[in-house]
């Protein structure tokens, strides 16, 4: 798959966090909350897809499955559970201490251990689709979390709604290209 795919894949998966970061953006958090949780975000969607590729290493070597079809599996679910939460009305927004934090990010980045299952049928360098997927959810965080005082709680769940959709359409198109 090309390095385009990867970035949209990445952009996808950083969409949960940028919606959730648009609502916590409201609560006027210091500059030191709002960078550490963007590294912390970030750092999350580092390693979940490197840890999601070795385990989905091993069930490749158990069960015989085409990496074709685990990827859309893999990325249809995580869309469709991603539009199902755009319609989710009931977001709590609560975050304060650094346990809290790092609740967030494993939260937002849990779909980044499900795309790691596939993640060398993505790309031929796991460690590039991770960087990427860093830096993208990273800065989605720090966008969503600045953002937050004056966009509109509807577009935040618009983003995550646009992000399911596109982790299906990706996953359609992996299996037939």
């Known amino acids: 798959m090309d390095l385009i ?5 990445a952009v996808s998966l950083s969409m949960d966090a940028f919606s959730l970061s648009l609502a916590y953006g409201t609560l006027g958090l210091s500059k030191r909350d709002i960078y550490l949780l963007s590294i912390i975000v970030g750092l999350y969607h580092f390693f979940m897809p490197l840890i999601g590729m070795y385990i989905g290493y091993w069930i ?4 015989p499955i085409s990496p074709d079809i685990i990827v859309l599996l893999v990325l249809s679910i995580i869309g469709v559970q991603m539009i199902i939460s755009s319609f989710n009305e009931n977001r709590e927004i609560k975050i304060m201490n650094v346990i809290e934090l790092l609740l967030f990010g494993l939260a937002v980045s849990i779909d980044s251990f499900s795309v790691g299952l596939g993640l060398r049928s993505i790309y031929e360098i796991p460690v590039v689709c991770s960087l990427i997927f860093m830096g993208s959810s990273g800065l989605f965080t720090y966008l969503g979390l600045k953002l937050g005082k004056t ?3 509807k577009l ?3 983003a995550t709604l646009f992000g399911g959709m596109m982790l299906i359409l990706i996953g359609i198109f992996y299996l037939f290209k």
Do not use: E, P, Q, S
């Open 156 to 158: 935040g769940k618009t």
């Open 5 to 9: 795919t990867v970035i949209l894949i």
């Open 60 to 63: 490749l070597k158990v069960v």
């Open 151 to 153: 966009i509109n709680h």
